[in-house]
């Protein structure tokens, strides 16, 4: 089975922010889309970060109070892995396993095609 059979079945729509967003505003882009990440886009709509409930938890952690006025560039993981329509999913099992990561976006050249989650690839 191949990435691009998840995406046809579960869509391409992927929840997006801006880099100055701040965390109060992704949270509640979070729970309005019932999602755990959200892939942070430039102005050219290229991914330039991944910001998760766990990136969130721990900026509560450090200051509760930065929450309303930090900006997800504080925060968001930036070095992203990445995965094409073609790769194979057991590969990317084994990637999200041993890199410890929930969601990788699923590029087509330069444009982004999706999301997928471990749960997708459990599944």
């Known amino acids: 089975?191949?990435?691009?059979?998840?995406?046809?079945?579960?869509?391409?729509?992927?929840?997006?922010v801006s880099q100055e967003t701040t965390i109060y505003k992704a949270i509640e882009k979070l729970a309005a889309n019932k999602v755990l990440s959200l892939l942070v886009l430039n102005d050219?709509?290229?991914?330039?970060?991944?910001?998760?409930a766990a990136d969130i938890l721990k900026a509560v952690h450090?200051?509760?109070d930065q929450i309303k006025t930090g900006t997800v560039k504080e925060i968001m993981t930036s070095k992203i892995i990445v995965c094409s329509p073609e790769d194979d999913l057991e590969?990317?099992?084994?990637?999200?396993?041993?890199?410890?990561?929930?969601h990788i976006p699923?590029?087509?050249?330069?444009?982004?095609?999706?999301?997928?989650?471990?749960g997708d690839v459990v599944k």
Do not use: E, P, Q
């Open 106 to 118: 699923v590029i087509t050249g330069k444009t982004l095609a999706g999301i997928i989650s471990i």
């Open 44 to 52: 050219d709509n290229v991914i330039i970060g991944i910001i998760g």
């Open 91 to 102: 590969d990317i099992k084994n990637i999200m396993t041993f890199s410890r990561i929930r």
């Open 1 to 16: 089975m191949k990435v691009k059979d998840i995406i046809v079945g579960k869509g391409s729509h992927v929840v997006s």
């Open 62 to 64: 450090r200051a509760c």
